[in-house]
């Protein structure tokens, strides 16, 4: 039926102008922002999700920082170790040297005075932002011997939690104020004789039997604390290398989080471009349309036109 008053076809294109108009609209914002979920409203499942991914890269993103003081600390502490192992080398090289009778003894204890301030010196400077693992106080309200970096933030389906990887300072530490019990002030005995690598002192010591077996067993604490401070440096290496493949992994997967958020939320650029020209080619043609369905009123009137 012809009717003047209802137009069903042209109603009809219109609704189809109208959603095309949408369609269009959805592809030109996918387009300019690049996402095909930017809120809630366009995908809620995927949107949550993407969410809690980003929420959680941030959170890898702060361990990657700490994991990067954490190396910072160690390597501190690596450095000062290798320069303490040169200086515990250069003591126990000049006790062999004064074991020769009728040398100075006094003169060879003004140079191992020396290199014990400077042993003293270089554990009380290898701080890293407040952190010092050599030169330590355990009387320190704070004190603890465990130190920890802050390795990697893990999600279960219920809850959420901080991994760390922990150290034991207390076979490195070279000083402790409190209780003397570092590797180079910790008293060590060897047959009659006890004495710490910090305090030992030849100048007084003679040629006498019982003076030449005190320098020897002043030359065995000094291995003694060599191979200590050797493997405090040891140590510390092995814990730099675990932080080295934490800080790759975090970084992997922080990668690998962000290409999945970007698999749920990312606009395909060729598909909407490829479907912007389509709704604009749809939009042409059903606008020609409406006009040749409103052409029908017309149609009408010639009808009178006798």
Do not use: H
């Not at 095909?36 to 890269?57: P, Q």
């Not at 003004?110 to 050599?134: C, H, M, P, R, V």
């Amino acid at each position: 039926m012809t009717s003047l008053l209802t137009n069903g076809t042209a109603l009809a294109v219109l609704q189809n102008i109208n959603q095309v108009q949408r369609d269009l609209e959805t592809t030109q914002e996918r387009i300019s922002s690049g996402m095909r979920v930017k809120s809630a409203a366009d995908n809620a499942a995927y949107w949550s999700i993407a969410t809690t991914m980003r929420s959680d890269n941030a959170s890898l993103s702060a361990v990657k920082d700490a994991l990067g003081v954490g190396s910072a600390t160690l390597d501190v502490a690596s450095g000062a170790l290798n320069s303490t192992v040169d200086l515990v080398g250069q003591i126990k090289t000049k006790l062999v040297a004064a074991r020769e009778p009728g040398l100075d003894r006094a003169k060879v204890q003004a140079e191992i005075a020396q290199l014990q301030a400077t042993l003293k010196d270089i554990a009380g400077s290898a701080s890293f932002i407040g952190e010092n693992w050599l030169s330590q106080d355990s009387a320190a309200p704070a004190y603890n011997a465990t130190k920890t970096i802050v390795a990697s933030f893990n999600r279960t389906t219920t809850s959420v939690s901080v991994g760390t990887i922990d150290i034991d300072s207390s076979n490195m530490k070279l000083f402790d104020a409190n209780d003397q019990s570092g590797i180079v002030d910790r008293d060590r005995t060897i047959n009659a004789t006890t004495v710490a690598l910090a305090t030992m002192d030849i100048s007084g010591l003679s040629d006498s039997s019982a003076d030449l077996q005190t320098l020897d067993d002043y030359i065995s604490i000094a291995d003694a604390a060599l191979g200590d401070v050797a493997s405090a440096a040891s140590s510390i290496g092995s814990a730099r290398r675990r932080v080295s493949m934490q800080q790759d992994f975090v970084n992997t997967l922080m990668d690998s989080i962000t290409t999945g958020i970007g698999q749920l939320v990312d606009a395909d650029m060729t598909r909407e471009s490829t479907r912007l020209q389509a709704l604009q080619a749809q939009q042409q043609l059903a606008i020609q349309s409406l006009s040749i369905a409103n052409s029908s009123s017309q149609q009408i009137l010639k009808l009178f036109g006798g």
